[in-house]
């Protein structure tokens, strides 16, 4: 099988789609090394986290000819390249389908992270909301099938765009092997001395911005027992200035540290040194954080009400968005107990396992020939 994928994200995109994409040309590419894997991006930017992309066998990367029109290119006039080199089935890895597709002999598989442009349309400006569900539309209609990320997201997708449930399959996600990877003690000293981080500390890692919902992991703070330490990691954005204006009115500047530039690298360390990893988001399409901490042996707190249930599974804790005090108390639990961590971490492991790559990858190929195989 020849197969296409949308890899502008794998080679242009440092986070969440961009890690998505690499997951999953790398799993299934590594585990089915049987088939042509395609990678169609506007533009290659030399990075060494992608250089293992080039290093896959089987596997090519195009570009188009003029990076003039490399915005047109990937949106429609990719389709030539596709059926010029024999492409039989094109995945679209983060919402899109190039247009003409349908109309084409190519099978297609559609992802979908996420519906939060019409969840909290509030976080989006009006023009960027009316693009994103114009090409989304027409993707979910020229798709033969879709990827779901998670159950909540196939919810989302028959509540508020009408896509028929059959055409819908739930298909998780891995997170980079290197987070699983036990940091040496002299990597943690490494980093602990880089940012002179606290014995213990609850850790919590993503964009700071509203959605992600920050303010209420700050306020939770002031209804902790004890000084309860708190490293948040993530790029800022307008929202951290009434992070910190809530910090500082309540003389907490001395228990939260920003860190705004942390290597990919040193993230596992981070992750394998916290006592408790929180994610309070009140909404998400998968929530790749809880997962990279239950992997990294972190008992974890995170939001109720969106999907964050299914990656952090039964024996994680779930708070409330809007109840500070809630969380504070499940962070005491958790704090104060030896015991009760190690039942979570034991448990957090033994759910991580539905997560394996070689049985993410394959299902992926499952799908894919299903897909191919139908008339």
Same mark, same amino acid.
């Given at each position: 099988?020849?197969?296409?994928?949308?890899?502008?994200?794998?080679?242009?995109?440092?986070?969440?789609?961009?890690?998505?994409?690499?997951?999953?040309?790398?799993?299934?590419?590594?585990?089915?090394?049987?088939?042509?894997?395609?990678?169609?991006?506007?533009?290659?930017?030399?990075?060494?986290?992608?250089?293992?992309?080039?290093?896959?066998?089987?596997?090519?990367?195009?570009?188009? /000819?003029?990076?003039?029109?490399?915005?047109?290119?990937?949106?429609?006039?990719?389709?030539?390249?596709?059926?010029?080199?024999?492409?039989?089935?094109?995945?679209?890895?983060?919402?899109?389908?190039?247009?003409?597709?349908?109309?084409?002999?190519?099978?297609?598989?559609?992802?979908?992270?996420?519906?939060?442009?019409?969840?909290?349309?509030?976080?989006?400006?009006?023009?960027?909301?009316?693009?994103?569900?114009?090409?989304?539309?027409?993707?979910?209609?020229?798709?033969?099938?879709?990827?779901?990320?998670?159950?909540?997201? /196939?919810?989302?997708?028959?509540?508020?765009?009408?896509?028929?449930?059959?055409?819908?399959?739930?298909?998780?996600?891995?997170?980079?092997?290197?987070?699983?990877?036990?940091?040496?003690?002299?990597?943690?000293?490494?980093?602990?001395?880089?940012?002179?981080?606290?014995?213990?500390?609850?850790?919590?890692?993503?964009?700071?911005?509203?959605? /992600?919902?920050?303010?209420?992991?700050?306020?939770?703070?002031?209804?902790?027992?004890?000084?309860?330490?708190?490293?948040?990691?993530?790029?800022?954005?307008?929202?951290?200035?009434?992070?910190?204006?809530?910090?500082?009115?309540?003389?907490?500047?001395?228990?939260?540290?920003?860190?705004?530039?942390?290597?990919?690298?040193?993230?596992?360390?981070?992750?394998?040194?916290?006592?408790?990893?929180?994610?309070?988001?009140?909404?998400?399409?998968?929530?790749?954080?809880?997962?990279?901490?239950?992997?990294?042996?972190?008992?974890?707190?995170?939001?109720?009400?969106?999907?964050?249930?299914?990656?952090?599974?039964?024996?994680?804790?779930?708070?409330?968005?809007?109840?500070?005090?809630?969380?504070?108390?499940?962070?005491?639990?958790?704090?104060?107990?030896?015991?009760?961590?190690?039942?979570?971490?034991?448990?957090?492991?033994?759910?991580?396992?539905?997560?394996?790559?070689?049985?993410?990858?394959?299902?992926?190929?499952?799908?894919?020939?299903?897909?191919?195989?139908?008339?």
């Amino acid at each position: 099988m020849t197969i296409g994928y949308d890899a502008k994200r794998a080679f242009l995109n440092n986070t969440g789609l961009g890690n998505y994409s690499r997951w999953l040309i790398k799993a299934v590419a590594s585990y089915y090394p049987g088939h042509e894997y395609r990678l169609y991006t506007p533009q290659v930017k030399e990075n060494r986290h992608y250089a293992f992309l080039k290093k896959i066998p089987h596997t090519h990367i195009f570009s188009p /000819k003029s990076k003039l029109l490399s915005s047109w290119w990937r949106s429609k006039g990719i389709v030539k390249d596709l059926q010029a080199d024999g492409v039989q089935l094109y995945h679209g890895l983060s919402h899109e389908l190039p247009f003409g597709i349908r109309q084409s002999n190519i099978k297609c598989v559609l992802t979908v992270h996420d519906l939060i442009f019409m969840r909290f349309p509030q976080y989006f400006g009006f023009i960027n909301r009316a693009i994103y569900k114009t090409k989304l539309q027409y993707a979910c209609k020229a798709a033969d099938h879709i990827i779901a990320i998670s159950h909540k997201t /196939k919810q989302d997708l028959i509540e508020l765009l009408k896509v028929d449930s059959s055409k819908i399959e739930v298909l998780y996600q891995g997170c980079d092997p290197a987070i699983k990877l036990h940091q040496s003690d002299a990597q943690r000293k490494l980093v602990k001395k880089k940012y002179d981080l606290p014995k213990r500390y609850v850790l919590t890692v993503g964009t700071i911005e509203e959605r /992600k919902n920050l303010l209420l992991l700050a306020k939770s703070l002031l209804h902790t027992k004890g000084s309860v330490p708190l490293i948040v990691v993530g790029k800022p954005t307008e929202y951290l200035d009434k992070v910190k204006a809530f910090i500082n009115a309540n003389n907490l500047t001395q228990r939260v540290i920003f860190l705004h530039d942390v290597s990919f690298d040193e993230l596992p360390a981070l992750y394998q040194m916290a006592t408790l990893f929180v994610y309070p988001s009140r909404y998400e399409g998968f929530g790749i954080p809880v997962l990279e901490a239950i992997n990294s042996g972190v008992p974890v707190i995170a939001a109720k009400g969106s999907c964050l249930e299914e990656a952090g599974g039964p024996d994680s804790l779930y708070t409330d968005p809007d109840d500070e005090q809630e969380l504070a108390k499940h962070i005491n639990r958790i704090w104060n107990s030896p015991a009760v961590r190690q039942q979570m971490i034991a448990k957090g492991f033994d759910y991580a396992r539905n997560f394996d790559d070689e049985k993410l990858a394959g299902q992926l190929m499952q799908l894919y020939q299903n897909t191919l195989n139908h008339a």
